[in-house]
């Protein structure tokens, strides 16, 4: 089956600057990619998503990179806020039949 | 985006009951949804895929017999914890697949916490 890792595990930012989290995945099946952010005691919200036929999306501060010959793609966010501050995952699907996630990165967005 | 009800959100049983968890959805059909398992500060570890008018395919390792899945209609899906022991305290929430807006899409319920005493 899929397996998806995720680095960092924590991740402390001033306000401000960039945040980048990784994920590398092992089915070349795979062809989704979404990244969920989840506050704590809340459900996972889908904040961004890529397919594998595009290497870069972008929606205001955030963005996410695939490198499908590599099995890995990443999160970025810039100017930080501290609204940020969450636990965000990275999962990968095969046309959406399964979804396997990584294992969290905490990320803290210091004012 | 699309909405996804959990419920009950929080439950608390003595050893040897069993509980029922209900993850429907509001706005769309999912002929697909699934059941994940988080422990604190953990990933979301899938348990298994629920089918609309089929068996659901559980993942390697969680018992059948224990996590008992229904997915009876396109907008509901249950999950029932069998004589539940200390050891199932967990957070559970169930997820669905939203076809109709782009595919893929998966969209989360509110959860379910767990405690069995």
């Known amino acids: 089956g899929e397996n998806v890792e995720q680095h960092p595990s924590t991740l402390s930012v001033q306000e401000g600057d960039s945040a980048v989290i990784k994920c590398t995945y092992s089915?070349?099946?795979?062809?989704?990619f979404p990244w969920y952010k989840q506050e704590l005691g809340k459900r996972p919200q889908l904040i961004i998503d890529?397919?594998?036929?595009?290497g870069e999306k972008k929606d205001q501060r955030i963005a996410v990179t695939l490198n499908k010959t590599a099995k890995h793609f990443s999160l970025h966010i810039t100017e930080t806020q501290p609204e940020d501050s969450a636990v965000y995952f990275c999962?990968?699907?095969?046309?959406?039949?399964?979804?396997?996630f990584g294992t969290g990165t905490s990320l803290t967005v210091i004012p | 985006g699309a909405v996804v009800s959990q419920h009950p959100s929080r439950v608390i049983c003595k050893s040897g009951t069993s509980v029922k968890i209900e993850c429907r959805s509001l706005?769309?059909?999912?002929?697909?949804m699934f059941w994940y398992r988080q422990f604190p500060k953990k990933s979301l570890m899938l348990m298994a895929t629920?089918?609309?008018?089929?068996?659901?395919?559980?993942e390697q390792g969680v018992e059948k017999d224990k996590f008992l899945i229904n997915h009876a209609s396109l907008t509901l899906s249950t999950l029932t914890v069998t004589s539940a022991h200390p050891e199932d305290s967990s957070f559970y929430i169930c997820?669905?697949?939203?076809?109709?807006?782009?595919?893929?899409?998966?969209?989360f319920g509110s959860g379910t916490q767990l405690s069995v005493l």
């Open positions: 997820s669905a697949r939203d076809r109709s807006r782009g595919g893929e899409k998966l969209f």
């Open positions: 089915d070349s099946a795979s062809n989704y």
């Open positions: 890529i397919r594998s036929n595009v």
């Open positions: 629920s089918n609309e008018g089929s068996k659901a395919t559980y």
């Open positions: 999962a990968a699907s095969n046309a959406g039949n399964q979804f396997y």
């Open positions: 706005d769309f059909q999912a002929t697909t």
